[in-house]
């Protein structure tokens, strides 16, 4: 995994320098293979084992780096608007439960695709994506940041107004 380190430090107040860091990762058990040098960034590769799936994003190798450092792990607030009001429904139909234990769906209503913001193409190119638009953008930036993978859909070429998993 490619790991930004000015993206990292959105997460934990890192004033180590990315050789440093990589040392301490590499102690704790989080392989750091190389580190590449942007114009304003390093770029660590990182090897995750199969016993630690909470390493497969920002968010979680930002908690092993605050608890290492002593330093404060910063997770994003993001406030949830309380006036969400939708009659509107789209049903979600697991069929395996084992493969797939959970899956929500949310309609968000007038969204313009667009280019996205230099921020958001920043960090998804420091780790090797490259940029489609901001609706693919910023599902793919929860999926680094969180672990947790996104999928957006249109509503109007949605058959049936159903997901089925």
């Keep these: 995994m490619r790991l930004s380190y000015n993206w990292l430090k959105d997460y934990v107040d890192i004033k180590l320098s990315p050789e440093k860091l990589a040392e301490i990762l590499t102690m704790a058990g989080l392989c750091v293979d190389s580190i ?5 960034d390093s770029v660590l590769e990182i090897e995750i084992t199969s016993n630690r799936p909470d390493w497969l994003s920002y968010i ?18 993001v406030p949830v608007p309380s006036t969400i009001v939708s009659t509107a429904k789209v049903s979600v139909k697991v069929e395996d439960k084992k493969l797939c234990p959970r ?14 913001p230099k921020w958001l193409k ?10 489609v638009n901001n609706v693919v953008d910023i599902t793919n930036f929860c999926l680094f940041e969180t672990g947790e993978p996104m999928h957006a859909f249109d509503l109007d070429k949605l058959g049936g107004w159903s997901i089925i998993v």
Aim: charge should be positive; aromatic fraction near 4%; proline fraction near 2%.
């Design 103 to 116: 899956y929500t769906a949310q309609i968000i209503r007038n969204v313009k695709v667009a280019e996205s």
């Design 60 to 77: 979680g190798v930002a908690r092993e780096v605050a608890a290492i450092t002593g330093k404060k792990l910063k997770i994003p607030f």
């Design 36 to 40: 590449h040098k942007k114009v304003d």
């Design 122 to 131: 920043d960090k998804l190119e420091a780790v090797g994506l490259r940029s």
